[in-house]
């Protein structure tokens, strides 16, 4: 895929503007997966800014966040920067083809260990 | 019909370039009424405008067409050289062939062709001008300083020390406003009370001023030069002129559980009370809400301690009527409420902090007499964090703090952080920040003094949540620089909460008919060459009532607005702007339509006698422009539903006949 639709397209699906952003880093300062991610929230903000989106998508930051919308929350300048990182997830799995996640897979999912806000964001994130 | 006398101007090359200026000039030859067209390379010069004035004589011009720069620019210029050739100054107009025709045009049969259509508008207007000549209004000559912080004494004391009488009204019970709560004063680290304490000396003793504290402006009418004003001074109860200030009450009061406002409800004054030892002036104030001998009239303690016979249990709010040439907005501002900013946890820690309650922390008349203790447990706190921007530059869809930078933070917090480590060294300071803003005299240079010598961790990046945890603050923040994510274990958090303009001021607004912008800061009337006066005629801005601003940009903007008032209320007449809108009674139907669009509030209505066509006569309601107070803004003769509002200078026939002349 071309870069520039790449980018284009990831602003459309995630209705995120990055240029709003001012680099204040508040969204990484908030966010509590951050020693997971090689790539922080305003790290996505910037690097999708800057079109160089491959390492996101090759990037396990994508699988760590927990989409627990802290930076959505926090942000002064209204970036949401998780939408941003949900649109590269999304990017990747439309890419991959379709390993979409249904109701019927939710109940093998169930243990005690597992919160259950993992699981609705799960469903949420696989089922686009 | 005129005789019209068309000037076109070079303005060297930012007309000529992209106009043909020679060719403008000899079209608009054929316009009618024009007996006499010519160029030349700067009009305004003094040869220009000697050409000008021998060319009225020469051609005996009724009207003058200058097809020039803006009129915003050198309008005034040229009515001077009309009335100095003898014609009526608003004979005068101006075809804008610079901002709007030159530098907006990039070829030069574009801009020739445009600059002579708008040459032949300016042609077709003059033919229909008439020669206006402007009102006269007597001017009172006193001021009203609204708000008695920094920016309104020293308004007050530039406009008295001129010679005419000015009153402070200040709605708390003394004077002095933030300045008076501050400690030491950015970049020079003089203490602010030793610089603030002489000047608000100065006001109470000065014979040109006079101080109503506790008092608000309750209602304004009128306009430049003469307003009505009613100030409603609030019963403090205690005779102003009899109590001495000796404090015997304040002592005494049984009820000292209030809090202080003086000192941001860290510490609990009494019912009766003197806000700070050296305030102006230094009278008694009774808070109702505490007193019991108010609420429920078991008590009189104080009254039976003052030796002097000043408290007064009984004293009622009184309205006070006075006449004002001039208004000075002074209302200052405050920081925004920090509720709306959860991840800081400042309403769960007594330790988080804003600054302004920092700089009562470590003031030597404040809560902890100077020494920086802990509000929690009176510790000395080791580890401190400064977070900057909280609730500045946000974006306005974040629905909380301010989308403006608040301008004063990066300065009084690089203060903060550099007095805290030059007294207690052993403290590990950090200073949170996106950017550091330090334009100003030796600014820059004070905070890098806080960093290299005073060894501030200043990190860029913001704290993204702060967690109360024992007796530790747990912060949260960002370091972009090494990217990383760091975990602080502090003792003090302490925010830079964003300002805003006090909430007195959109009223007041309001009452002035003075426009304010989204942030509720007054608007300018221009905001680069009239920063301090309001667009309303004879209302005048200073201090941060306008837009955030510093101590000496306060004190600077103080003394600019003061002398705008000064040269009002040295004038014995005012010249109005003929330029007003004014109504064909035969036509006005009464409808009030321009009276509720009017900004200024100089529409009024009169009923006057008729005679009709029948030869009877009737009473009809009608309006009538008060030509002082209306500053031709136009909005009145649009809303006219009858067309009986219309505007001298603009008439509608005038504007039509430019638009023909545009459209021909």
């Known amino acids: ?75 002064p300048r209204s970036v949401e920067p998780a939408k941003l990182v949900e649109a590269v997830r999304l990017a990747v799995i439309r890419q991959q083809g379709a390993n979409r996640m249904t109701a019927n897979d939710i109940p093998a999912l169930l243990d005690e260990d597992t919160p259950q806000q993992l699981l609705v964001s799960a469903f949420r994130k696989y089922t686009k | 019909m005129q005789r019209i006398g068309v000037f076109v101007c070079w303005c060297g090359s930012n007309i000529a370039g992209t106009v043909d200026v020679k060719a403008v000039a000899e079209a608009l030859k054929a316009e009618p009424g024009v007996v006499f067209s010519t160029d030349y390379q700067y009009m305004c010069s003094q040869a220009g405008q000697d050409m000008i004035k021998e060319s009225v004589r020469e051609h005996k011009l009724t009207g003058i067409v200058i097809c020039s720069c803006s009129p915003r620019m050198h309008e005034a210029t040229f009515r001077k050289t009309a009335a100095a050739a003898g014609l009526n100054p608003y004979m005068v107009e101006i075809a804008n062939i610079r901002e709007q025709c030159s530098w907006v045009h990039k070829e030069m049969p574009i801009g020739t062709e445009k600059a002579i259509i708008l040459g032949k508008a300016a042609v077709a207007k003059v033919n229909l001008n008439t020669p206006l000549t402007p009102g006269e209004s007597p001017v009172t000559k006193r001021a009203l300083v609204i708000g008695g912080g920094i920016a309104g004494i020293q308004t007050a004391l530039d406009i008295a ?20 709560q501050l400690d030491k004063t950015f970049p020079t680290l003089d203490c602010a009370a030793c610089i603030l304490t002489p000047k608000m000396v100065d006001v109470a003793q000065h014979e040109k001023i006079r101080i109503f504290s506790y008092s608000e402006v309750s209602e304004v009418k009128g306009f430049v030069g003469n307003f009505d004003v009613t100030i409603k001074k609030h019963a403090r109860y205690v005779k102003e002129d009899v109590c001495t200030g000796c404090g015997a009450c304040v002592e005494k009061c049984p009820m000292k559980k209030v809090p202080n406002e003086f000192n941001l409800g860290m510490d609990n004054r009494p019912a009766i009370y003197i806000p700070f030892a050296q305030a102006v002036p230094k009278v008694a104030t009774i808070d109702p809400n505490a007193c019991n001998m108010l609420k429920n009239g078991k008590c009189g303690l104080c009254a039976r301690v003052c030796t002097a016979g000043a408290i007064d249990y009984k004293q009622q709010d009184e309205y006070i009527q006075e ?22 946890a400042y309403n769960q820690s007594k330790d988080v902090i804003t600054s302004l309650e920092f700089e009562r922390l470590t003031n030597a008349a404040g809560p ?52 805290t480590r030059d007294k207690y060294p052993d403290t590990e300071v950090y200073v949170f920040y996106i950017d550091v803003r330090t334009p100003g005299k030796s600014f ?66 309001t ?32 201090g941060t009532c306008q837009g955030p601003k510093d101590i000496p940009e306060t004190v600077s903007q103080a003394g600019a607005a003061a002398s705008k008032v000064i040269g009002l209320l040295a004038k014995d007449k005012l010249k109005g702007n003929p330029c007003v809108a004014h109504s064909n009674e035969q036509m006005c139907n009464g409808c009030s339509s321009c ?49 009986a509002m219309d505007l001298r200078g603009f008439m509608n026939e005038q504007i039509m006949a430019e638009v023909d002349a545009i459209c021909k």
Do not use: W
């Not at chain 2, 020390?161 to 008076?180: H, L």
């Not at chain 2, 405050?334 to 991840?343: A, T």
């Open chain 2, 444 to 509: 820059d240079e004070f905070y890098r003094r806080a960093v290299e010598e005073y060894d501030v961790h200043y990190i860029k990046g913001m704290v993204g949540k702060v967690t109360p945890q024992g007796d530790k603050l747990k912060v949260q923040a960002s370091d972009l620089l090494s990217n990383k994510q760091l975990h602080i274990d502090a003792d003090l958090v302490v925010l830079a909460a964003a300002i805003e303009p006090d909430k007195s001021a959109r009223p007041l607004a």
């Open chain 1, 1 to 75: 895929m071309n870069k520039s639709y790449l980018q284009e397209d990831l602003l459309r699906m995630s209705g995120v503007n990055p240029r709003k952003c001012m680099q204040c880093g508040k969204c990484s300062a908030t966010c509590p997966a951050y020693d997971e991610m090689e790539y922080h929230p305003h790290q996505f903000v910037s690097m999708v800014k800057n079109g160089d989106i491959e390492p996101l998508m090759k990037s396990q930051s994508l699988y760590r966040c927990l989409t627990c919308f802290a930076c959505v929350e926090r942000c």
């Open chain 2, 595 to 643: 009276e509720r669009v009017c900004p200024y509030g100089a529409i009024t209505y009169e009923d006057k006698e008729f005679r009709m066509p029948d030869r009877t006569t009737a009473i009809r309601r009608v309006a009538a422009v008060n030509p002082a107070v209306c500053q031709g803004c136009g909005a009145c003769t649009v809303a006219c539903p009858s067309g």
């Open chain 2, 368 to 419: 902890t007499a100077g020494k920086l203790l802990r509000p929690s447990d009176g510790k000395h706190p080791h580890t401190i964090v400064f977070v900057q921007c909280v609730g500045s530059r946000c974006d306005s869809c974040a629905q909380k703090g301010k989308e403006y930078c608040s301008k004063i933070c990066c300065m009084y917090t690089a203060k903060h952080a550099m007095l």
């Open chain 2, 161 to 180: 020390d001129a010679g005419f009488p000015v009153d402070i009204v200040e709605k708390k019970p003394t004077i002095g406003g933030k300045m008076a």
């Open chain 2, 323 to 344: 006449k004002y040439g001039a208004i000075v907005v002074a209302t200052g501002f405050n920081p925004i409420s920090m509720d709306k900013f959860d991840e800081f």
């Open chain 2, 511 to 542: 009452m002035l008919t003075a426009s304010m912008d989204t942030n509720d800061f007054f608007t300018e009337a221009h905001p680069k060459l009239r920063p301090v006066e309001s667009p309303t005629a004879g209302v005048f801005l200073s």
